[in-house]
């Protein structure tokens, strides 16, 4: 998978044909772009405004590759996949192992553990290269850090418990673990932030203010791009072992979401925040301006970029599915500060 890449088309009016084995991306009958099959693991069309030919189709299901239809937040509407797919398959063994209670123990573990390290990998180092002189910030920093500290200890206690009879009892304990964890980040998180910004906390749906309607937006962000690589893995988006299963919910992407958190979204939208914050405006809808949502999609694209998020995100679904097919433990990456 290092060595293909998505072939995503986002410009309106194009054609998508087969030349030999190769696809072939035209416009107004002017080359765009030619790539071999054997370079593409997935095609996806970002715009309903395309034509492809059903030789570009037969050639996609020759080499099992999936044509993905993408809606307007990114997210996946349909698929067109080889019937020769590993898919069904893989989807059954997820299924067994979802209903295995130290199986998702293990993975709830797991990604509650990475996201918290990261976490806290992020404040030690905004700590470090921003206001480390400031004996105030300093001081907030180490009591939250050692707040969370503590809530790994609890995760540690946890993971090597095994009298629950009911996933539903660990999956209730390991976010009231997550719960007490995220009190103290965002605390720190705030500090970090402009005395003039507001952030008076956390707040997921409803949000009014810079802080949090960057945040939202950027997970949206990360949502689609996760879900992206879960469907292209040929993963079911709704059978999840950290979030409970729910039919019409991705609910495995949240799983996966919560360790690209801090990196791939709370680090860009703070520096976009201490760097931009006169930009940050709020409609008069309370929401987002168009144009911070434009200056804030760049800089976290261009963040993501530099850290390879998507390439990262994808080698994380390839280790979930590794996980699954072999029953065995999932490793979750930490970011190094």
């Not at 080359?31 to 030789?55: K, M």
């Not at 949502?293 to 261009?302: F, R, S, W, Y």
Request: with cysteine; net charge positive; proline share 4%.
């Amino acid at each position: 998978m290092s060595n293909t890449i998505d072939l995503g088309i986002t410009v309106p009016g194009v054609a998508l044909y087969k030349s030999g084995e190769a696809l072939v991306i035209s416009k107004d009958k002017k080359l765009i772009r030619q790539v071999p099959i054997r370079r593409i693991c997935s095609v996806s069309l970002f715009t309903d405004r395309v034509r492809i030919t059903g030789s570009v189709i037969n050639l996609c299901m020759e080499h099992n590759i999936p044509i993905l239809f993408m809606g307007n937040a990114g997210t996946v509407t349909g698929i067109i996949a080889s019937p020769k797919s590993d898919s069904p398959e893989l989807q059954l063994a997820q299924a067994r192992v979802a209903k295995s209670i130290p199986f998702v123990l293990s993975i709830g573990c797991a990604v509650i553990d990475g996201k918290i390290r990261n976490q806290m990998n992020l404040l030690k180092y905004f700590g470090k290269s921003r206001k480390s002189k400031i004996l105030w910030f300093k001081d907030t920093l180490h009591k939250d850090l050692k707040r969370m500290d503590k809530s790994l200890v609890r995760l540690h206690t946890l993971r090597h418990q095994n009298n629950y009879s009911e996933i539903e009892e660990f999956r209730n304990k390991l976010f009231g673990i997550e719960g007490q964890a995220a009190i103290s980040y965002w605390h720190a998180y705030g500090s970090l932030l402009p005395k003039q910004t507001p952030f008076p906390s956390r707040v997921c749906q409803g949000a009014t203010d810079p802080v949090n309607s960057s945040l939202n937006y950027g997970y949206a962000l990360l949502r689609a791009k996760v879900e992206h690589a879960v469907v292209r893995a040929g993963l079911s988006l709704q059978t999840s072992f950290l979030h409970s299963p729910q039919r019409n919910r991705s609910s495995l992407v949240f799983d996966l979401m919560e360790e690209f958190r801090p990196w791939a979204i709370d680090r860009p939208v703070l520096n976009f925040i201490c760097q931009k914050h006169k930009e940050a405006v709020i409609d008069k809808n309370g929401r987002l301006s168009q144009t911070t949502k434009k200056l804030l999609v760049q800089t976290i694209l261009e963040r993501w970029k530099k850290d390879k998020i998507p390439e990262l995100i994808y080698e994380q679904v390839t280790k979930l599915v590794q996980s699954i097919k072999n029953k065995g433990d999932y490793r979750t990456y930490k970011f190094k500060w």
